[in-house]
């Protein structure tokens, strides 16, 4: 096994020589601390597609030979930019000290800055200016798209691309690849929304209808939150109506002027007339998160529409054991209860094209996705895995959230975000149709909804 590693270390540092002695080590620069000008590129060498772990020392030492051949070129420091959400960053930078302790090595040191960056739109920034932006940076998995058509993100390393399609679920692996190529480390696989809520409320039988849950809620003194002008959220009801959402080759579709989407519409109007009754349609100004947040720790919210990442404040406030989680309800459209959609989508980490440090940048991506980190995200921020085996860890299985995910993605019911919408959408006005909705109340007459509808799908398809 030794001949084997030094022939391994050899190709790895051969491959390496030559082009480290035209490119420097300076990582991606940001929106906030600036960019560093284009250089040559290191790339992951070629030659040697050798799978590597994190658990084998042998396979250690060989990643540290090729980070001490990247190091060389900046005077043996290895400098990155991570971008990531400004809820995660606490927990991301304590990866980010694992990584560097694990990693540690006389020949070179570490210079690794975490900038806050949502997963909304890192995707979009690194489009816009790749070598001003980060080398190593989480996003939503609409986004890859975008990413690819730019050639503004890197294809995973050889070393590694192995083992992430072994050890992450196969449809993981779907979203993060392009063509048969795999383009991105997946992270977390509830990238969705579904009900979270108060069982003191609520019994399983109150969380199946909202009508329901929007008369108990009444009944405690309390309320059910769905913002429904957030183009995200109110998504859902324009797939339950039988709308086509979809984002291929670059064309979005949206078909919101329709029948269906004034189906979609008078669903919405139909719980909108609740407002302050059982039912809160907007955060106002606070955004999603922090009123989801305060409305349970101060006993206003019975029951929200939300995703994992709010799980641990809802378990704070509430107590674990009274905190339920279910698919969404059914709503009452066209006279019927029709079970409700939702997106289902997975949050990715990606590796700029244009870092200086790539191999470096490809490991400490390697890291953050591994099986280990994946479980750690679980238990500290409530974020549900890909990878099988971290997925099958019994205390992530008897989450009430992993559930409620998975009985959302039964029927059909769930709809894979980057398939349905690209940047665009975000801003054709979709949010303003429910906006306007519940400020009405749920008063305004199919003739103004119609009008909405058609601007927003004109919009939505309007250059795409």
């Keep these: 096994m030794a001949s084997k590693s030094k022939k391994i270390i050899a190709l790895l540092m051969t491959a390496m020589m030559a082009a480290t002695a035209m490119a420097g080590c300076t990582g991606g620069g940001d929106d906030e601390e600036g960019g560093a000008s284009a250089a040559p590129v290191v790339q992951p060498s070629q030659q040697a597609m050798q799978k590597l772990s994190l658990d084998s020392e042998e396979d250690v030492t060989t990643i540290k030979n090729k980070m001490a051949e990247e190091a060389a070129a900046n005077g043996g420091t290895i400098t990155l930019r991570m971008w990531c959400a400004s809820d995660d960053k606490q927990f991301e930078t304590s990866l980010v000290d694992e990584f560097k302790t694990k990693f540690a090595d006389s020949r070179y040191t570490f210079n690794i800055t975490t900038v806050v960056k949502g997963e909304d739109q890192a995707g979009g920034k690194v489009v816009e200016a790749p070598t001003k932006a980060a080398d190593v940076f989480s996003f939503a998995d609409d986004q890859l798209s975008d990413l690819l058509q730019a050639g503004a993100i890197a294809k995973v390393s050889g070393v590694y691309a192995a083992d992430i399609k072994e050890s ?6 779907g979203v993060s690849s392009s063509g048969g190529e795999l383009y991105a480390y997946p992270k977390t696989s509830d990238n969705g929304y579904f009900m979270y809520y108060d069982k003191t409320i609520f019994s399983d039988d109150d969380v199946k209808d909202m009508d329901t849950m929007i008369a108990k809620a009444q009944a405690a003194g309390k309320s059910v939150f769905f913002n429904l002008g957030d183009a995200w959220y109110n998504a859902g009801f324009f797939f339950t109506a039988g709308c086509t959402i979809k984002y291929e080759n670059g064309k979005q579709t949206a078909t919101f002027g329709t029948p269906e989407g004034l189906s979609a519409a008078k669903a919405m109007s139909h719980i909108a007339e ?8 907007t955060p106002g100004t606070m955004g999603n998160n922090a009123f989801v947040s305060q409305g349970f720790a101060e006993g206003k919210l019975a029951a929200a529409v939300i995703g994992t990442w709010m799980g641990p ?14 698919k969404l309800p059914t709503v009452l459209m066209d006279g019927q209860q029709k079970q409700l959609d939702a997106f289902g989508g997975y949050k990715l980490v990606g590796v700029n094209v244009n870092s200086k440090c790539s191999f470096s940048a490809q490991t400490l991506a390697y890291y953050l996705t591994c099986e280990a980190s994946q479980i750690k995200r679980y238990e500290t921020r409530g974020l549900i895995p890909t990878n099988t085996k971290a997925a099958a860890n019994d205390e992530i299985k008897s989450d009430p959230a992993f559930k409620a995910i998975a009985d959302q993605k039964e029927g059909g019911h769930s709809h894979a975000q980057g398939q349905s919408v690209g940047a665009k959408y975000w801003g054709a006005g979709v949010d303003s149709v429910g906006s306007q909705i519940v400020t009405s109340k749920g008063t305004l007459p199919d003739s103004k909804l119609e009008e909405l509808l058609k601007g927003a799908q004109q919009n939505a398809e309007e250059g795409s």
Excluded: P, R, T, W
């Design 274 to 281: 609740n407002v302050d009754k059982g039912f809160i349609g």
């Design 168 to 173: 992450n679920s196969e449809d993981a692996i």
């Design 313 to 326: 404040d809802i378990k704070k406030s509430l107590g674990k054991d009274n905190v339920g989680a279910a």
